[in-house]
């Protein structure tokens, strides 16, 4: 089955910029997402397609995607920015969606 | 506004059939590109994928799981009903409903109902 990895956690400080990585064996092929969950909350969507802002989310989350890695960046982070963030893929050689192991980002 | 609204028990004992049912409100299930999945989340673990519904009825499933599961929808209702069979306590989790929609060739996940805890347990 197919594996998405992540790192556990990042750390930034207000106002820097914030990058979490994604891989995965040629994920730039593939389109991702990514999800905000706050602790207690439901995830939200914050990234489609690599690099797609849903509305209402800031102009500071951006994505991309290429080779083996997306990548999800946070310019300049808040302190309300601080959650686990899940990137997630379609897999259709299992024709199944994909979570990462998810990245805990902290706002120092 | 759409919003979505988990029910079911929380509490199931071992070897228990569970199901949960979602009610969907502002979106309709039976327009095309719509559909809806669940998602489940162990305590302090990460997300994991575990069905969907499409609008025409379509449906798929975790490998891993493919076996304990059916998803079918009520569009009359606007609900969707997942249910897992042969509980154990490690499916012990907040079980998510989530609203899905196309974009490009797959779904993105774009409401999430709140969740609704099932501790499996004697």
């Known amino acids: 089955s197919y594996e998405l990895t992540q790192p556990p956690s990042v750390s930034v400080s207000p106002g820097q910029t914030a990058s979490i990585t994604c891989s995965g064996d040629q994920l730039g092929n593939k389109y991702v997402c990514w999800y905000q969950q706050k602790p207690g909350q439901s995830p939200v969507l914050v990234i489609y397609?690599?690099?797609k802002r849903p509305s209402g989310i800031p102009e500071r989350f951006s994505g991309s995607n290429s080779g083996n890695t997306a990548s999800l960046t946070i310019s300049g982070t808040q302190s309300m920015d601080e959650a686990d963030y899940y990137c997630q893929m379609w897999d259709s050689s299992t024709a199944s969606y994909v979570f990462g192991p998810g990245t805990k980002v902290t706002v120092l | 506004q759409i919003t979505l609204k988990e029910s079911g028990p929380t509490l199931v004992k071992p070897t228990q059939t569970l199901t949960l049912t979602c009610t969907v409100s502002g979106s309709s299930l039976s327009s095309s590109e719509i559909s809806m999945g669940w998602i489940r989340q162990s305590p302090g673990k990460a997300l994991e994928w575990l069905a969907i519904i499409h609008w025409d009825a379509d449906k798929r499933y975790s490998p891993s799981l493919k076996s304990r599961l059916t998803i079918t929808k009520d569009n009359s209702k606007n609900q969707v009903v997942l249910t897992m069979t042969n509980m154990d306590p490690v499916d012990t989790g907040t079980y998510y409903c989530?609203?899905?929609?196309?974009?490009?060739?797959?779904?993105?996940?774009?409401?999430w109902g709140l969740g609704t805890l099932v501790t499996v347990s004697s």
């Open positions: 397609q690599n690099r």
């Open positions: 989530a609203h899905s929609v196309a974009r490009g060739s797959y779904y993105v996940f774009d409401y």
